[in-house]
């Protein structure tokens, strides 16, 4: 049973454009959410996250934003650089200790 | 300040066997958590340790096991290993266990074959 959903595996685009990579989650406890950016052979690095109790929060080109009632999160990167490729991780957290992490998104920006 | 480092960065074992991974975390940090990454499951929670004590787990069978040093440092046990369990092994360390302060290991990528 996967509580957090990525349903795209990957997405392509152009270098300026924006990217928007989506997440669904099913656990209606959770209250945190976290995006992690993974290159290969290294491990996770964060990214940005959102409380439950907003519907955006930005950090630069990043921006996360939270529908709750929809049960969706989605991150944007404005505009997309090459050194964005990775595979992005979605997370969410109900108690404060554990992440529920989804499959993961790879993004290819081509320049 | 060094990172969150892992050993061994490769393994390769036979099923049946056990294998110990290890994680040492950055210093000052007294939380380590594990991850299971395999392909279209994303990451998945196995359990954190918090001042040598196991104070979160996921839902893994008890082959699964690991423990925390009083310097921090983690290992992560596999007994009987099947192919299932082929998969990168992630730790990642923060100070007290805080979710946006976890910083992550590099990873052990193990085969079983």
């Known amino acids: 049973d996967q509580q957090v959903k990525q349903n795209s595996p990957s997405l392509s685009v152009q270098e300026g454009r924006i990217s928007i990579l989506n997440c669904d989650y099913t656990?209606?406890?959770?209250?945190?959410f976290l995006w992690y950016k993974k290159y290969p052979a290294e491990g996770p690095t964060f990214l940005i996250s959102?409380?439950?109790?907003?519907d955006k929060n930005e950090d630069g080109r990043f921006t996360v934003f939270l529908n709750k009632s929809a049960k969706h999160l989605s991150l944007h990167i404005v505009p997309s650089q090459p050194g964005d490729s990775a595979v992005y991780f979605c997370?969410?957290?109900?108690?404060?200790?554990?992440?529920?992490f989804g499959a993961g998104t790879i993004l290819r920006v081509k320049s | 300040k060094a990172g969150v480092t892992q050993t061994p960065r490769y393994l390769i074992k036979t099923r049946g066997q056990q294998v110990t991974l290890s994680c040492s975390p950055i210093?000052?940090?007294?939380?380590v958590s594990w991850y299971q990454q395999t392909p279209g499951q994303g990451l998945q929670f196995l359990f954190e340790?918090?001042?040598?004590?196991?104070?979160n787990k996921g839902n893994f069978p008890g082959r699964f096991s690991g423990r925390q040093f009083s310097n921090s440092r983690s290992e992560m046990n596999v007994s009987t290993l099947e192919l299932g369990d082929s998969a990168l092994y992630l730790c990642a360390s923060s100070i007290s266990g805080g979710l946006y302060e976890q910083y992550f290991g590099p990873g052990t990528r193990l085969t079983v074959t």
């Open positions: 210093s000052g940090h007294r939380s």
């Open positions: 997370a969410a957290s109900g108690d404060g200790n554990k992440l529920v």
């Open positions: 656990n209606s406890m959770f209250d945190y």
């Open positions: 959102i409380s439950s109790i907003k």
């Open positions: 340790y918090f001042s040598e004590t196991q104070r």
